[in-house]
């Protein structure tokens, strides 16, 4: 049988072949798939203002004893929360996004919370009880989501509760620190920090029952769950 | 050099079919395909480790468990916080049960308090309405180091007043602590993003051996280029000799390895076929022309002897004719030395053809050449008449195998050669006898105008001749015998003039 004649090409695919077995070595550690959980029910107050629609959630089945814990570790912890409206198959894009940055001190055991929201002045409240920090988590102050006339007629909100989101802060100091392991600059350091990419967010879903867009058209509020 | 001989009567080589550029010859291939796998080979098992590595540091330094435990550390300074906290109020508070009422063993008793209580730096007595009665401060740097921060601890007096009193803690706790927390922040970010780190890491070192195998390919791609480039230019001679062009030589570059000894041998070996080539392409072409000569001889030869003859009878037939006309008498005697000139002419050039078609074949026999020159010489004394001979001959005895008869017509002919050449002068002949490159080389050159390089090639053809009244056959016979005897013969330039042939064959007992 007639061998096939090597040429360039079979060679470049050679090399691609390496370079193929090589990711498919490094796949295994590649960002796992989001997990598909279903969204826990939400309750949520909504509103309808100067023809947008401003929605109340209450979180309070998330803001428990366990985040607690976490909170008040000591450690500077960020609690995104994002809520958006999306249409009745989950569709939707984008959402507002609020930080509230929690820091414990352990020296004066007070809480300081800094609310961060785009578009707003940061706040910030120093409060020495928990119950003041969960009040804020729990019942946010109530979220813009944009004109009446842009929802869809039938509409559920999301909320999406992400605890210390990989912020790009974050991602930079990681990556500074792997380009600088040990105070010096380090190649390989520099190319895993250029490789690094920002984990899939790895968020806690709530969502209401359907809305009907029209019932907020004049002003009327609505509860859902 | 080889004197180039005729064009041989076979087609003209066809053109080789080119060969593939060296860059994609297979053997390239071949060869840069090997380095890349003895450069990739060793990097999997590396792959495979450093993804274990990789595997096993994200298990240490990036597991959950380490991330989480560092998260509790602060916890810990809490608890300690809230112990000197506690510590250092039960401290106030027995120093403000030992207070003296005497208001002027106050100052005294805080003096020795803040000399004596740990870590009191500072007390104060206050009375109900605020003002001062009483202080104390512990100098500057006494027990402690690295600085310290202020603990206040606050007693109500029964009976109004307070007792402030500030003791310090390390604010290298506080350090310490900033520290941890930072740590324990960057733990959990990074274990946040610990599936990332190890993709990234990983990445990185494919991206390593994918320019090692790059560099390999690049690597041996120039290391190849190189072998394989000579080793095409071989193969592309080898397919032109294939195809009947025996003037494809290669360059043997390279700094005398196997690939150059190959082509040394190559050429060599072309070399050798090409000559062997050219002499059967002469001798074939001399047998015909010698058939040409035999019927040319015949042809001529049988109307001579009747034209003669009748001439003779024409003659003899006036002579006994008494009182014929004498100026018929004249003319007759003219003509009849005319035409026996022209049949003597004739007869001589039958006699050259007859002798051209009869050569015979070679019976070589073990002699050696310088004493067959000498004899040569020796016994030719008609050559000393008209020519000045020098003979140089080799130290040591050449043995070859040669008919002594046929070569020495080779001699006659070259020597009757250049004694033509040398026209009505005398003529200096120089025969020579040497050994070059295990060849025994018979060389007789002349002081004589020597032949135009243009001719040279053609010399050696029958019939072609410079002279007058030359037949053109001599030369033609030389070769031949010489080829006959496995040798080549050449035409040169005399260093200072003159025609040098040069004779070579091979020694006998030789390769």
Redesign the interface.
């Given at each position: 049988m007639r061998r096939a004649?090597?040429?360039?090409a079979?060679?470049t695919h050679?090399?691609a072949a390496?370079?193929v077995?090589?990711?498919l070595?490094?796949n295994p550690?590649?960002?796992?798939a989001l997990a598909s959980v279903d969204p826990a029910p939400l309750r949520v107050d909504c509103r309808g203002e100067a023809g947008r629609l401003l929605a109340t959630v209450d979180l309070g089945p998330a803001v428990d004893a366990g985040l607690e814990r976490?909170l008040g570790?000591?450690?500077?912890s960020t609690v995104r929360l994002t809520v958006a409206a999306l249409d009745p198959s989950g569709a939707g894009a984008g959402g507002v996004e609020r930080d509230f940055d929690v820091r414990?001190d352990?020296?004066t055991?007070t809480f300081t919370v800094t609310i961060r929201e785009p578009g707003a002045a940061a706040s910030s409240r120093t409060v020495s009880d928990w119950a003041t920090v969960r009040r804020l988590l729990a019942t946010p102050a109530p979220f813009d989501l944009g004109p009446l006339a842009a929802l869809p007629e039938r509409f559920t909100v999301e909320a999406r509760l992400e605890l210390?989101p990989?912020t790009g802060l974050?991602?930079g100091?990681?990556r500074e620190?792997?380009a600088h392991p040990a105070g010096g600059r380090s190649l390989?350091g520099s190319?895993?920090?250029?490789?690094?990419?920002?984990?899939p967010p790895?968020a806690e879903r709530y969502r209401s029952t359907l809305l009907t867009r029209s019932d907020f058209a004049g002003g009327a509020a609505s509860r859902a769950r | 050099m080889i004197t180039p001989l005729a064009t041989p009567a076979a087609t003209p080589p066809a053109p080789a079919p080119p060969g593939p550029p060296p860059w994609r010859s297979r053997f390239s291939m071949k060869l840069v395909g090997a380095l890349l796998l003895a450069a990739t080979l060793p990097l999997v098992p590396a792959l495979l480790l450093a993804n274990w590595l990789a595997d096993s540091n994200a298990g240490v330094w990036l597991a959950p468990r380490v991330a989480e435990r560092l998260s509790e550390v602060p916890g810990t300074y809490q608890e300690l916080f809230r112990a000197r906290k506690a510590l250092y109020a039960e401290r106030a508070l027995s120093l403000a049960r030992g207070l003296p009422h005497r208001a002027a063993a106050q100052a005294a008793y805080l003096e020795r308090a803040v000399a004596t209580v740990p870590r009191l730096q500072h007390a104060e007595l206050l009375a109900a309405d605020g003002r001062l009665l009483a202080e104390a401060e512990r100098p500057r740097g006494r027990d402690e180091e690295g600085g310290w921060r202020p603990v206040p601890a606050e007693v109500s007096l029964p009976g109004g007043g307070t007792l402030r009193a500030t003791f310090s803690i390390e604010a290298a706790l506080f350090a310490e602590l900033d520290e941890t927390r930072e740590l324990a922040e960057t733990a959990r970010d990074m274990d946040r993003a610990r599936g990332e780190l190890r993709r990234s890491i990983l990445l990185v070192f494919a991206a390593m051996v994918s320019v090692a195998a790059l560099l390999a390919v690049l690597i041996g791609h120039l290391m190849a280029r190189r072998t394989v480039a000579r080793l095409t230019r071989l193969a592309e001679a080898h397919r032109r000799v294939a195809a009947g062009d025996l003037s494809a030589r290669v360059e043997p570059a390279g700094g005398g390895d196997e690939v150059a000894a190959l082509s040394e041998g190559f050429n060599v070996m072309v070399e050798e076929v090409r000559q062997g080539r050219d002499r059967i392409v002469y001798l074939e072409k001399i047998s015909g022309w010698q058939d040409v000569a035999r019927r040319l001889a015949h042809e001529i030869k049988n109307p001579l002897t009747p034209i003669q003859l009748a001439f003779q009878q024409l003659e003899a037939r006036w002579r006994a004719t008494p009182g014929g006309d004498q100026t018929f008498g004249r003319l007759l005697g003219e003509a009849g030395e005319i035409v026996r000139q022209e049949v003597a002419t004739l007869q001589r050039l039958v006699e050259e053809f007859s002798a051209f078609a009869r050569l015979p074949d070679v019976a070589p026999a073990p002699a050696d050449l310088g004493d067959f020159v000498t004899e040569f010489v020796r016994t030719s004394p008609q050559l000393g008449d008209r020519a000045e001979v020098t003979v140089t001959l080799a130290a040591d005895r050449i043995p070859v195998a040669l008919d002594a008869a046929l070569m020495r017509r080779v001699l006659v002919n070259l020597t009757e050669n250049a004694v033509q050449a040398a026209g009505p002068a005398r003529a200096h002949l120089h025969l020579g006898v040497a050994r070059a490159r295990e060849r025994a080389v018979l060389t007789v050159s002349d002081e004589g105008p020597g032949v135009e390089p243009a001719l040279r090639p053609r010399v050696f053809d029958p019939y072609f001749t410079t002279k007058g009244d030359g037949t053109g056959l001599g030369l033609a016979i030389v070769k031949k015998i010489v080829l006959q005897h496995g040798g080549e013969v050449e035409l040169g330039a005399r260093p200072g003039g003159g025609a040098c042939f040069t004779i070579s064959l091979p020694l006998a007992g030789g390769p």
């Open positions: 004649a090597a040429n360039p079979a060679l050679a090399a390496c370079l077995a090589a990711t070595v490094a550690i590649s960002a796992p976490k570790n000591g450690l500077a414990f352990v020296w055991e210390d990989v974050q991602l100091r990681t620190r792997l390989l190319l895993a920090a250029f490789l690094l990419r920002a984990p790895d | -």
